[in-house]
């Protein structure tokens, strides 16, 4: 009996918040939240509180996710400007009294310690959703150029932290939002090509262009260092080369079934650098091989088709866009990270979804689950 006296009954009203949950999508988070949780009790033994605290992010990161999913997609639009704006004016914060930690300024103290530019993940897809919905059948040249300024301030305030890592996020989520808005292949296909060519001659002239006393423009040091280590780990082992050689060996050293949970050397011998953040995949996969690395590959490729799934369905062009970014998302933020623990990709700050340490990251991802519940509760009430 759904109703008494005129009223819901508390059991109907569950019913009601829970039918908003998508099943698949809450499916795959749990099994990446699990695997998070392994990791982290295994990497982060001698880390004091880690996994206590981790289990309370991931934990506010279900009830973001929950909570977010009960609002419509045309009230996530309308958070938009307001969550954009303010994301920018924190940026703006960091750059002028931002906490400096190993060299970067990224973090801000407003009680408690944040880091702004995760929000911007979000911000930015939500934003720009919004702006090609308003300009919905009337799109010109100049909206793509709006666009493409609105991703650009956040990406460079980003970078001048500097956050590599965080900026190509942010840039790959804001432009999956353009193209998705319908800019011509014909204005995709050059960059692509242009930046394969330049990835081909980094390689073919890499021994002239990571000579000593060699800078390149736009690139800090450090960066052009890592790019450099990326293309020859074996230059400064000790040093620069360090932290994908010893990814690469734990990697290596888990075989195809593993050393087994809480069995890894590589990590247990602190050799394997930000063993539970950055570094997380390689002491996962040390202990789980093969098999733990299939079994992850096979969460997040169920999660981003999920989400892609959803955007083909959804109901708006904001939310059809909103959620095709957010797919791109998670795909990038795997890719990255398992890419530059494996030695294809230079190292960057990119933590591995659900499973590295990190709260304010898991507060973002908490809340890219829930608009992505968000869509996928609206498409289900137009198809029903």
Request: charged share 10%; with cysteine; glycine share 10%.
């Amino acid at each position: 009996m759904a109703t008494s006296f005129g009223r819901t009954t508390p059991r109907a009203w569950t019913q009601s918040l829970l039918d908003r949950l998508d099943p698949p999508l809450l499916f795959a988070m749990v099994l990446l939240a699990s695997a998070g949780l392994l990791a982290m009790y295994s990497s982060g033994y001698d880390g004091g509180a880690r996994f206590l605290d981790h289990c309370r992010n991931t934990l506010i990161a279900f009830a973001i996710m929950f909570a977010v999913a009960q609002i419509p997609p045309q009230r996530l639009m309308a958070l938009a400007v307001p969550l954009y704006l303010a994301g920018v004016a924190l940026l703006i914060a960091v750059a002028l009294f931002g906490i400096t930690k190993k060299g970067a300024r990224r973090w801000l103290n407003v009680g408690v310690t944040i880091q702004p530019s995760e929000i911007l993940k979000i911000a930015v897809p939500l934003m720009l959703a919004w702006w090609f919905q308003k300009r919905e059948g009337q799109l010109r040249p100049l909206d793509f150029a709006v666009g493409g300024l609105l991703v650009l301030v956040p990406v460079l305030l980003i970078m001048r932290q500097p956050d590599l890592g965080t900026a190509l996020l942010v840039l790959a989520a804001g432009l999956s939002v353009v193209f998705f808005a319908g800019m011509s292949w014909r204005l995709v296909l050059p960059p692509i090509a242009g930046l394969l060519l330049a990835l081909v001659l980094l390689v073919v002239f890499e021994p002239t262009l990571c000579a000593q006393g060699v800078n390149w423009p736009l690139l800090h040091d450090y960066q052009q260092q890592r790019v450099c280590t990326l293309l020859d780990p074996g230059r400064d082992p000790l040093g620069k080369g360090f932290h994908i050689l010893q990814g690469m060996i734990a990697i290596g050293a888990g075989g195809i079934f593993g050393a087994g949970f809480m069995q890894g050397t590589q990590a247990r011998l602190d050799f394997i650098p930000e063993r539970t953040t950055d570094f997380v995949f390689a002491a996962f996969a040390e202990e789980f091989g093969l098999l733990g690395n299939l079994y992850l590959l096979g969460a997040y490729l169920f999660l981003i088709f999920r989400a892609l799934d959803i955007a083909m369905g959804a109901p708006t062009v904001f939310a059809r866009m909103l959620a095709g970014s957010l797919s791109v998302i998670f795909f990038t933020y795997a890719f990255v990270n398992m890419g530059m623990v494996s030695g294809i990709l230079p190292v960057v700050g990119v933590p591995l979804p659900f499973i590295s340490y990190g709260g304010t990251a898991m507060v973002t991802l908490g809340l890219a689950m829930g608009m992505l519940m968000s869509v996928s509760h609206a498409r289900r009430l137009v198809q029903s």
